[in-house]
């Protein structure tokens, strides 16, 4: 079965870098998988941050980006700031129409 | 920007049935996506524009059928043979570049005796 990964839980500093990754328990994540990350706060629908590996969605600011790193797609925030407390989400497309989310990292700013 | 707008949550009995809409501003390809209480984002199904394709999660095929009226434009999941790990609140979003673009605010689904 495959499963998406992802870090249950991160920290980091006002002001501070971070990187998310979104792995698959067997293989590597390549663009061909269309990565894509959403951002969600408690009670709050999902907001599309980033689709196609590292195209940031309609006013979404330009300190979060994506990537690929090494056999992962990647969301980078630099400068993070309080409002950025939040769940994050990756999804894989997987072909023949199906996705998949990952389990989501749970992002503390403090 | 594309408006979503979820409806048909309520209260169902184990084994029930359920229809839910999402009322959209234009016709686009869509998806249900799902969040259980507490649990993450679940992708349930899909339907392309004219929608001769559908697909499903594993979780929910043979259970729930996605469909669309462009006419009104409007999807629709029709959700039988509920479970109670189905109870989550069930948004629609649209899909686009492989990914979901715009998101409705949700419609609660609870599954209980």
């Known amino acids: 079965q495959t499963v998406v990964t992802q870090e249950p839980s991160f920290s980091v500093s006002p002001g501070g870098t971070i990187t998310l990754t979104c792995g698959l328990n067997?293989?590597?994540?390549?663009?061909?998988?269309?990565p894509s990350w959403y951002q969600q706060t408690p009670g709050q629908a999902p907001r599309t941050l980033i689709y196609?590996?590292?195209t940031r969605s309609s006013g979404v600011p330009d300190r979060f980006s994506g990537s690929i790193l090494g056999n992962k797609a990647a969301l980078t925030i630099t400068g993070a700031q309080a409002e950025d407390e939040s769940d994050y989400y990756c999804?894989?497309?997987?072909?023949?129409?199906?996705?998949?989310f990952g389990g989501g990292t749970k992002l503390t700013v403090l | 920007q594309v408006q979503l707008v979820e409806s048909g949550g309520g209260v169902v009995q184990p084994g029930g049935s359920l229809r839910l809409s999402c009322a959209a501003s234009?016709?686009?390809?869509m998806d249900w996506v799902r969040q259980a209480p507490g649990k993450g984002l679940e992708w349930v199904a899909f339907?392309?524009?004219?929608?001769?394709?559908?697909s499903y999660a594993a979780s929910v095929r043979g259970r729930f059928t996605i469909s669309r009226d462009n006419s009104k434009n409007t999807l629709y999941l029709q959700m039988d043979s509920l479970r109670t790990e189905d109870a989550a609140v069930y948004y629609c979003?649209?899909?686009?570049?492989?990914?979901?673009?715009?998101w409705g605010q949700g419609t609660l689904v609870t599954v209980s005796s």
């Open positions: 234009a016709i686009h390809p």
């Open positions: 339907i392309q524009s004219d929608g001769n394709i559908k």
């Open positions: 979003a649209v899909g686009e570049s492989y990914a979901f673009k715009y």
């Open positions: 067997s293989g590597s994540v390549s663009t061909n998988y269309y």
């Open positions: 999804v894989l497309y997987m072909g023949n129409y199906i996705w998949l």
């Open positions: 196609s590996t590292n």
